[in-house]
């Protein structure tokens, strides 16, 4: 009877244990900043992870190591290229949190393999890119504080995350660095695209 007790207090304290560990290795999200992507896309955002350099990442489904490593690969090419243009602020890891959705589409009108979401089209309304309402975006910047954008799953191409991820940041950075260029870059309605930062 002792060993059996026993065994039941180990058991018990190995849960315990274990939760406490998943609750600190869980990042912290926003609650506002889920409900806004989640507005966005229309997804619910059920899993939370980091990568390894430190990104939070806030997905529909499990995101493979690979996508999280290419995630970690745009971030680098973005703080790289931001650092040549001399900018300092917003260049850690930490300080980001990237949304994965569900992809709306995956093949573009040419046929390539291009994961997209569907967002309200906005100020392109009525422009090339309206669809009837909403636009394909390769994704879409949420929030500056905290600094946010959602992107769409992928299957394959996973250089084209990292590239997602290196011009979404892109307004984030210059939002925070060069707030002239921001402004005359925010808005690819009026022309203009990426990467912004050469």
């Known amino acids: 009877m002792k060993t059996l007790f026993r ?6 304290l190995l849960t315990l244990c274990s939760a406490s560990l998943d609750a600190r290795q869980r990042p912290y999200v926003d609650p506002q900043l889920t409900a806004r992507a ?11 992870v980091t990568t390894p350099r430190g990104v939070r990442v806030v997905a529909v489904n499990e995101p493979r190591a690979d996508v999280l ?12 290229v931001a ?8 260049l850690n890891f930490s300080e980001y949190t990237v949304f ?14 291009s994961p997209d979401i569907a967002v309200p089209a906005g100020q392109y309304a009525g422009g090339y890119y309206d669809q009837g309402g909403f636009i394909y975006a390769a994704g879409m910047v949420l929030a500056f504080g905290p ?16 590239n997602i991820v290196r011009y979404e940041g892109e307004h984030i950075i210059l939002y ?23």
């Open 7 to 12: 065994l039941l207090t180990i058991a018990a």
């Open 38 to 48: 989640e507005q966005v896309t229309g997804d619910q955002f059920r899993v939370t």
């Open 69 to 80: 490593a290419a995630i970690d690969r745009g971030f680098s090419e973005l703080f790289a």
């Open 83 to 90: 650092g040549r243009h001399g900018y300092r602020n917003h």
């Open 100 to 113: 994965i959705g569900r992809a709306d589409r995956t093949r573009d009108s040419a046929g390539q393999y």
């Open 147 to 162: 600094s946010a954008f959602v992107i769409a799953e992928h299957q394959g191409d996973l250089s084209r995350i990292s």
């Open 176 to 198: 925070y660095n060069d707030r002239a260029l921001y402004q005359q870059t925010a808005d690819h309605s009026r022309g203009g695209g990426h990467p912004i930062l050469q």
